[in-house]
């Protein structure tokens, strides 16, 4: 069974950071793009990062990519999203997704994707 989990989500000050973990379980790690997307209440689902696991390429949205990094730990089948310089419009629900990689088109596109998280819930307050 396929499983994203996500965590390291709360509530942080404007400026502050947070570092967010999908660990996943139940298919080939390195055969896989996983993206973080983002949805903010009464907006559409948005993606901020993808990393193909098997090299390690990283796409990051423009609007985010000076402040947040995508990273990977194949020992831990798990995949990060460091945010830094978090602002209010920051706060949403972030949700790991995956898809085998040579499938994967068009990273930011949410119907692409195979498998979801549950999501974990940033605020940023300021």
């Known amino acids: 069974e396929v499983q994203l989990v996500e965590s390291g989500g709360g509530l942080v000050q404007a400026g502050g950071s947070l570092k967010l973990s999908c660990a996943t379980s139940?298919?080939?790690?390195?055969?896989?793009?996983i993206a973080w997307f983002r949805q903010a209440p009464g907006k559409e689902r948005e993606g901020v990062a993808c990393i193909a696991t098997s090299d390690g390429s990283t796409f990051v949205a423009t609007p985010v990519a000076d402040r947040f990094t995508i990273s990977r730990d194949s020992a831990k089948n798990t995949v990060y999203l460091q945010m830094n310089s978090l602002k209010p419009e920051d706060t949403a629900v972030y949700y790991c997704?995956?898809?085998?990689?040579?499938?994967?088109?068009?990273?930011?596109?949410?119907?692409?994707?195979?498998?979801w998280g549950q999501g974990t819930q940033v605020t940023v307050f300021s």
């Open positions: 997704a995956a898809k085998e990689w040579g499938s994967l088109q068009i990273w930011v596109r949410s119907n692409e994707y195979d498998y």
């Open positions: 139940g298919f080939t790690f390195g055969d896989y793009g």
